[in-house]
């Protein structure tokens, strides 16, 4: 599993993946000059894409997870937890769509507290807002 923010993904992307994400995201990539090649061994992409949400890909399956619409009062270590919750998530047996809609849960968390450490959240919070947003219980 290959995961990256979007603006340090575009290098590992072929044109028919790019072009399905930036219709989604309404962005021109001929202004940004993004077209890459994926071909260097990725099975799976996961684009984080801040308050836009998450994008994924297999090369067959595709999937957009809108952000989780929060108070945000710091942003920093939001994609490490996304990050550490998409790798419990994994390493807990979870499919594919709940491992990203769990570590949504996380990062959205993580940015309504200050700092990073102090800022990551309990899992009793995660599950509460992952039953919310996705109407499903989950435990790991």
Do not use: H, Q, W
């Not at 990539?29 to 994926?38: A, F, I, Q, T, V």
């Not at 996961?46 to 090369?59: A, N, P, Q």
């Not at 009062?73 to 807990?92: R, Y």
């Amino acid at each position: 599993i290959f995961e990256k923010s979007f603006s340090e993904i575009t290098t590992f992307l072929n044109d028919s993946i790019t072009e399905d994400l930036f219709k989604r995201l309404n962005i021109n990539p001929n202004k940004l000059g993004l077209y890459r090649d994926l071909k260097k061994g990725a099975k799976n992409i996961v684009i984080t894409l801040g308050k836009s949400g998450v994008f994924y890909t297999d090369g067959k399956e595709k999937l957009m997870i809108p952000s989780i619409k929060v108070n945000a009062v710091d942003t920093t270590g939001a994609g490490d937890a996304f990050n550490g919750g998409f790798a419990t998530a994994i390493a807990s047996g979870a499919d594919m769509k709940t491992a990203l809609r769990f570590a949504n849960c996380v990062g959205a968390l993580s940015v309504t507290k200050p700092g990073t450490s102090p800022a990551m959240p309990y899992k009793d919070e995660i599950y509460a807002l992952y039953e919310k947003e996705y109407g499903e219980k989950i435990s790991f």
